[in-house]
C-alpha cells in the first residue's frame, strides 16, 4: 500500500524523470554551434544530432507504452533511465559527430521509456479522478516546462563548463531519479492489455525515420539520397494502408481511428511543435549565434522569455478550459503559435533586434503552454483506461514528430536560403506558409468535429471522462 507521501514522492519522481526528456529536447539547440565546432560536424550532422534523439523518442514511445501497459511499469521506468544514463555518458565521451549520433539516438531510447511510463504509473497512483487530474496537471506543466526552459539549462551548462558537461549533469540526474524511483514506486504486476500491432509499430517508426530523413536532406546536394528516403517513405506508408485495409491491422488502435477527438488531438499537437520546434532551432542555432554572434550563455538567457511565456501559459489554460470548453482552449493556443512561429521567421529574414525577437517568443511560449493541458485531454479522454500508456505515448510521439519536422523544414530552408537571403527570400516564406497551411488545417479539423463529439454520440469511457471540465481547471490552477 502506497502512502500519501510515498505518493507524492511517487508522482514526483515519474515527473521529474520526464522532465528531463524535454530538456534534452531543446537544450542541444543551444549549444549545437559548440558542438559543431568542436568535433567537427556539418550543418546536416547538427541536425541528426538533434533529431536523431527526438526521432527515437518518437518512434519508440508506441512500443514503450504497449509495453507499460503489459509488463510492470516501475522495473520499465528504471530500465529506461539507465539506458538514458548509459547513452548519455557516452555522448558525452563522442570523439565524432558519427559517435554522437549514435549515443544521442542511444539516449532516446531510453527517454522513450520513461514520457508513457510514467504517465501511465500517474494514472497507477492516482486514487480518484480528482487526484487523477492535479497530478496529470502538474505533470503536463512541469514537462512543458522541460521543453521551454532547456535552451536556459544548455546555454548555462555549455557556456561555463562546456557542451560534454550537459549530457554528463542529465546523466548524474537520472542516475538519482532511478534510485528514488526504486525506493518509491510500486510495483506494478503484470496484466493483461489488448493486442497490439507489433510489426505496424516498428514499421511507422521506420517511416517516421524516413520522412525526417527525407527533409533533412533537402538541403544537401545528393539526389540519390533524397530519391530514395521518397521510396522507402512511400513504400511503408502505402503499405501500411493496404495491410490495414486487407488484415484490419494498423499500429494505432482502433478506438482512436475512430475518435475524431483523437485524431484532432494528435494533428493539433503535430501543428503546434512542428512551430515550436522550428522557432527555437530558428532562434538558438541561427539568429542569436550565427546572425547576432551571442555567447553561448547569452543565447540561453535570450530564450528565457519563451519559458516565462510557457509559465504564463499553462497558468491561464486551465481557466479556458473551465470558461470555453478544452476545444476553443487548444484553437486559441494554436493560433497564438502560428503567430508567433511566423513573426520570428519573418523578423529573423529582416535581422530583428534581440528584444523584439525575445517578445515574440514569449509569446510562441504562452501558446505552447496553452495547447499542452487541452491536447492531453483530447487525446486521452476516448481511450479505454486499460489504453493509458498507448494513449500517452501517441500523444507524445505526435509532439516529437512536430518538433522533429519543425527542425528539419527550418533546417533545410535555411541552408536553401544562404543563396537568397532576407525577407523576401522563396524558402523562409515556405517556411512561414508551411506553419501556417499545418496549423490552420487542424484547427478547421478540430472545429468541425467538437461539436459533434462533445454533444452526444457513443464512446469509450476514457481516463478523462469524469474530469473534463471544473476538476481538470481546478487542478492545473493548483
Not at 549520433?101 to 508513457?116: D, E, F, K, Q, T
Request: charged share 10%; net charge positive; with cysteine.
Amino acid at each position: 500500500m502506497v502512502t500519501t507521501r510515498h505518493r507524492g514522492m511517487a508522482v514526483a519522481v515519474c515527473t521529474l524523470a520526464t522532465f528531463i526528456v524535454n530538456v534534452d529536447n531543446t537544450a542541444y539547440q543551444v549549444s549545437l554551434t559548440q558542438i559543431r565546432d568542436s568535433l567537427p560536424a556539418t550543418f546536416t550532422q547538427g541536425q541528426w544530432i538533434l533529431n536523431g534523439y527526438i526521432l527515437t523518442l518518437a518512434a519508440l514511445e508506441v512500443v514503450a507504452g504497449a509495453l507499460g501497459d503489459r509488463f510492470n511499469k516501475r522495473s520499465l521506468l528504471v530500465t529506461g533511465l539507465a539506458i538514458y544514463v548509459t547513452g548519455s555518458i557516452l555522448t558525452a565521451l563522442s570523439p565524432n559527430a558519427f559517435a554522437m549520433i549514435a549515443a544521442r539516438v542511444l539516449a532516446g531510447i531510453g527517454a522513450s521509456i520513461l514520457v508513457p511510463v510514467g504517465l501511465a504509473m500517474v494514472r497507477v497512483l492516482a486514487r480518484d479522478s480528482r487526484e487523477l487530474a492535479r497530478f496529470t496537471g502538474g505533470w503536463g506543466a512541469v514537462v512543458g516546462l522541460g521543453m521551454a526552459t532547456g535552451p536556459l539549462a544548455g546555454g548555462f551548462v555549455s557556456g561555463n563548463l562546456g557542451w560534454r558537461m550537459l549530457p554528463l549533469a542529465t546523466a548524474v540526474l537520472a542516475t538519482v531519479f532511478a534510485v528514488l524511483a526504486i525506493v518509491f514506486l510500486p510495483s506494478t504486476p503484470p496484466q493483461h492489455c489488448p493486442r497490439h500491432d507489433w510489426n505496424g509499430i516498428v514499421l511507422l517508426g521506420v517511416a517516421m525515420f524516413g520522412l525526417i530523413g527525407l527533409l533533412i536532406a533537402v538541403g544537401e546536394p545528393s539526389d540519390v539520397t533524397q530519391f530514395g528516403l521518397l521510396i522507402l517513405v512511400t513504400f511503408l506508408g502505402g503499405y501500411l494502408v493496404i495491410r490495414r485495409q486487407r488484415s484490419g491491422l494498423f499500429p494505432i488502435p482502433e478506438q482512436a481511428c475512430r475518435s475524431p477527438r483523437f485524431r484532432a488531438a494528435m494533428y493539433v499537437a503535430i501543428s503546434n511543435y512542428f512551430c515550436v520546434g522550428g522557432a527555437i532551432f530558428l532562434l538558438a542555432s541561427v539568429f542569436f549565434q550565427a546572425r547576432q554572434h551571442l555567447s553561448v550563455i547569452v543565447a540561453g538567457v535570450s530564450l528565457v522569455p519563451l519559458a516565462f511565456g510557457y509559465a504564463i501559459g499553462a497558468r491561464i489554460s486551465p481557466m479556458i478550459i473551465g470558461r470555453w470548453g478544452v476545444f476553443r482552449a487548444v484553437v486559441a493556443a494554436g493560433l497564438l503559435m502560428l503567430a508567433a512561429s511566423s513573426s520570428i521567421a519573418a523578423l529573423i529574414a529582416m535581422s530583428s533586434g534581440v528584444t523584439t525577437v525575445s517578445v515574440v517568443a514569449m509569446v510562441l511560449g504562452a501558446g505552447m503552454g496553452m495547447a499542452n493541458t487541452p491536447t492531453n485531454v483530447l487525446a486521452m479522454s476516448e481511450l479505454p483506461v486499460d489504453y493509458a500508456g498507448t494513449s500517452g505515448a501517441f500523444a507524445s510521439v505526435a509532439r516529437q514528430l512536430g518538433q522533429a519536422m519543425g527542425i528539419a523544414v527550418c533546417g533545410a530552408a535555411y541552408s536553401l536560403s544562404a543563396a537568397a537571403p532576407g525577407p523576401a527570400s522563396l524558402p523562409w516564406i515556405a517556411v512561414v506558409t508551411a506553419a501556417a497551411i499545418i496549423t490552420l488545417t487542424g484547427m478547421v479539423f478540430l472545429t468541425r468535429h467538437s461539436s459533434s463529439t462533445v454533444s452526444g454520440g457513443h464512446h469509450h469511457r476514457g481516463i478523462f471522462d469524469s474530469i473534463g471540465r471544473g476538476p481538470v481547471a481546478n487542478a492545473g490552477a493548483q
